[in-house]
């Protein structure tokens, strides 16, 4: 059975339909890309299944249960965590603090406690920063730890946002462009990361305009053109589909592309 | 060394113990003493709205109001209710956090200038009830209040008040240091900067900001009794808008999300009026321009301002 679920899901914006129809299904450890073209309402599919849109119609499957509606900070407690494609930081915390926050749900914290410091609460943020630092580690900032967010880089800022989601001990990984704005050595870090989630049973689900990381790292594709889905299969086979090449390039790239192809 | 002492957690504490400690040395008379009593008591009160506005990044143009409730649940009590002030003081803190609590939970939907503009109209209902209520309140012309009474000791004279305040303090600033160190604390810092962040990794950001809410308005309550109780008589200005506005202005002088931040500010507040009756006639307008010189030169606030330059230098 597969993990995530999604069929027939759809949301307008004021009689604008930005997402229309749309089905897919994700499995363990699988990496699932989501591309298209701008405005292709990729973003807005993340956002309607990750909780901070409601769907107009349409239902959300997790492990069986269905989830379409919920909030974000419930549906990360079922093993659905995200990243951003504007980066959402708290850029007045540390590299680790930001990971330390992303470890909350873990964390057993009652408000009284909290307030009188007793011994448990330092118990707890031992544990906590400890997790939080090797999961840094894991994304290879732990040098960053004690720097304030907002003075790291854009590169560095993308893969402390994989960091936090990832402290959430997700089962499901959404990562919104997480090459965007990267070099090449930062975006090689970030496919052997993700490759790596993928392979201890955490399954992502990336949207990435990157071709090559797509094309390299993904298991299957879903292409999105106005909203809808145009084809979705093997990378190789999405890729060759003159469909999805139109809707890239327009109807002169795929003579191009007939061309090329003999 | 130096810097590393700045940045240990538990540095303001001491260092506002030492200046509790320093300050009925050199006053030259009880006059100042009582002053410093007011900063400590404001300062109390600023703390609470720090936790809510420099942590959590939710602003409460009322929070007067929860001071009134304080002041007039000492007052109430033992007029009306026969209870004793002590016992009053404490009750009207938690009563306070109760009416947070339910006020609260629908106002803290709302963001930014709405949820100042829903705190505003809060904190006004408040003072007008403890202006209206005249057989309860005593309504403008205010209430007297009784002398707080601990295991048979009568709280009283300048020097007494001035270290009850003080202790109040120490205990507020404790606790708010505590909370920035714990996960709640660190939940709170987050959603400030980013709310949909925050949820995404599991926080449930309307019960935070809650939470900050209730403890903001129990130790605006507690401010508010012990103010009472030292002044020996409350009128229904203390909850009014003008005191909410002076409560923001500390904090934001002072400089947000800082525990000594609060104090400075609070001092600012409340000496710097004392100091200008010099100035007879240009007295506010004199307040004012201070307000808008130093937010100017220091926008982040005095405190972090000066320890950023601080830590900078010795580094």
Redesign the interface.
């Known amino acids: 059975m597969s993990l995530l679920s999604v069929s027939n899901i759809g949301i307008s914006f004021g009689g604008v339909v930005a997402v229309d129809e749309v089905s897919f299904q994700v499995a363990p450890g699988e990496v699932f890309s989501i591309i298209g073209p701008n405005g292709a309402g990729k973003t807005t599919l993340f956002n309607l299944v ?1 909780g ?1 849109y409601k769907p107009l119609h349409g239902k959300v499957l997790l492990d069986g249960a269905e989830v379409a509606g919920l ?3 419930l549906l ?2 079922r093993g659905m ?2 990243t ?1 494609q504007n980066l ?6 540390s590299a680790l ?2 990971v ?3 470890c ?2 873990a ?1 057993r ?1 009652f ?1 009284l ?5 007793l011994p448990s ?1 330092g118990r ?2 031992r544990l ?1 920063r400890e997790r939080a630092m090797a999961l840094l580690t894991r994304v290879g900032l732990e040098r960053h730890a004690d720097t304030e967010a907002g003075g790291l880089s854009y590169g560095v800022l993308k893969r402390l946002e994989i960091a ?2 990832l ?2 001990e997700p089962r499901i990984l959404f990562l919104d462009e997480p090459a965007a704005g990267c070099n090449a050595v930062e975006t090689e870090a970030i496919d052997h990361l993700i490759v790596e989630i993928a392979r201890s049973g955490t399954a992502v689900v990336l949207i990435e305009h990157d071709m090559k990381l797509v094309m390299r790292i993904s298991d299957r594709v879903l292409v999105l053109a106005q909203g809808r889905p145009l084809a979705e299969g093997a990378p190789l086979a999405v890729r060759d589909n003159p469909a999805v090449i139109a809707a890239y390039l327009g109807n002169h790239g795929q003579k191009e592309a007939q061309r090329a192809h003999g | 060394m130096l810097a590393t002492i700045l940045r240990a957690r538990f540095t303001p504490l001491l260092a506002l113990a030492v200046l509790m400690a320093v300050i009925p040395l050199v006053a030259p008379s009880a006059f100042y003493l009582r002053v410093a009593a007011l900063v400590w008591i404001f300062a109390l009160a600023a703390l609470g709205l720090t936790i809510l506005m420099g942590y959590a990044g939710q602003v409460s143009l009322g929070h007067a109001g929860f001071l009134g409730l304080g002041a007039y649940g000492v007052a109430i009590g033992p007029a009306h209710l026969g209870l004793s002030p002590v016992l009053s003081l404490f009750l009207s803190a938690a009563a306070a956090g109760l009416i947070a609590y339910v006020v609260g939970r629908p106002i803290l939907r709302l963001r930014g200038y709405y949820l100042a503009i829903a705190t505003l109209g809060f904190g006004m209902i408040l003072a007008l009830v403890f202006n209206s209520e005249t057989a309860i309140t005593g309504g403008p012309d205010g209430m007297q209040v009784a002398r707080l009474t601990v295991f048979g000791w009568r709280i009283s004279g300048t020097q007494n008040w001035y270290w009850v305040a003080a202790g109040a303090l120490l205990i507020g600033a ?2 708010a ?3 920035v ?7 709170l ?2 959603l ?3 709310e ?10 309307s019960r935070k900001k809650l ?1 900050a809410f209730v ?1 903001g308005a129990v130790y605006a309550a507690f401010a508010g009794g012990l103010l009472a109780a030292m002044n020996g008589l409350i009128t229904p200005e203390a909850a009014g808008f003008m005191h909410s506005i002076e409560l923001v202005a500390m904090v934001i002088i002072g400089g947000m999300g800082s525990v000594i931040g609060a104090v400075v500010g609070a001092a600012f507040l409340v000496v710097l009026p004392q100091a200008l009756t010099a100035f007879q006639d240009y007295e506010q307008a004199l307040l004012g321009l201070l307000i808008m010189v130093f937010m100017i030169l220091l926008p982040g606030g005095i405190v972090p301002t000066a320890r950023k330059w601080l830590l900078e230098r010795l580094s």
């Open positions: 990750t901070i909030a974000p900070h990360v407690r965590a995200r951003f959402q930081i708290f850029f007045r915390m603090e930001n330390m926050v992303g909350h749900l964390e914290s408000l406690a909290d307030l009188l410091g609460v707890q943020n906590t936090r989601a402290a959430a | 404790w606790i240091l505590n909370l160190a714990s996960p709640t604390g660190r939940a810092r987050a400030h900067d980013s949909v962040a925050a949820s995404a990794v599991g926080v449930d950001v939470a403890i």
